[in-house]
């Protein structure tokens, strides 16, 4: 089957728009996760979704930032008014399960570039 | 709050050499440990994993808790090991999938 799909792969946007990045998991995959990859901040967990509901939300940076996830599977990520430290890739990603040591499985990103 | 640390950015070796990526952790429970590899042009995808005690396209890991590191190794390098590695900590209970990532290491492997 499909691994984890990503859209936009690229998206290049004027600071102060909106963009909304979508992710549709592996099919039956429980646990949803975003991630952002940057230059010198290495992957930095954003939000974890268990169904839709998102039990952890701890690592969004700021209130620009906001994720949905309907019917258990596609999740949205939402940035507000983009700045240009928003610039990333960012990455989604899916697991059977929300447990410890399954295996997680990531979509190709989605490169955000704020200009 | 974990921890995870790869203290070299970028790592050059010639084939057939050995090689070694750092990654120390800190962590005050039993954590697992993964190492991630994304190949040019590809996404991010598991390497290994520590309980796994397996090796990887002749990659292994051993986990020492007394030095609290999970350093990556491969006695000879390939070029097509040329990629970038993260190392990954997942905290034990409830962290449910939850990774904190090192900053990546960019290996690369000269003919």
């Known amino acids: 089957g499909a691994g984890v799909s990503q859209s936009p792969s690229n998206k290049v946007t004027e600071k102060g728009k909106d963009v909304e990045l979508r992710c549709d998991p592996i099919s039956g995959h429980t646990a949803l996760y975003w991630y952002r990859q940057s230059l010198g901040q290495g992957l930095e967990f954003l939000i974890y979704f268990q169904g839709n509901s998102a039990p952890d939300k701890s690592g969004l940076p700021s209130d620009r930032f906001s994720a949905e996830r309907t019917g258990g599977s596609v999740s949205t990520l939402t940035i507000q008014r983009t700045q240009q430290e928003d610039s990333a890739v960012y990455l989604c990603?899916?697991?059977?399960?929300?447990?410890?040591?399954?295996?997680?499985?990531f979509g190709e990103g989605s490169w955000l570039t704020v200009v | 709050a974990q921890r995870v640390t790869q203290p070299e950015k970028l790592l050059s070796v010639f084939k057939g050499a050995p090689v070694e990526l750092k990654c120390n952790y800190s962590?005050?429970?039993?954590?697992?440990l993964f190492w991630y590899v994304q190949y040019s042009r590809q996404r991010l995808q598991l390497l290994l994993r520590h309980i796994s005690r397996e090796s990887i396209k002749g990659f292994t890991a051993d986990l020492n808790k007394g030095e609290t590191s999970f350093h990556l190794k491969k006695p000879f390098a390939q070029e097509e090991d040329s990629a970038m590695y993260y190392c990954?900590?997942?905290?034990?209970?409830?962290?449910?999938?939850?990774?904190?990532f090192g900053q990546g290491t960019i290996l690369t492997v000269h003919p």
């Open positions: 990603a899916s697991t059977l399960a929300g447990a410890s040591g399954n295996t997680i499985y």
């Open positions: 990954a900590l997942e905290a034990g209970g409830t962290s449910y999938g939850k990774l904190t």
């Open positions: 962590y005050s429970g039993s954590p697992e």
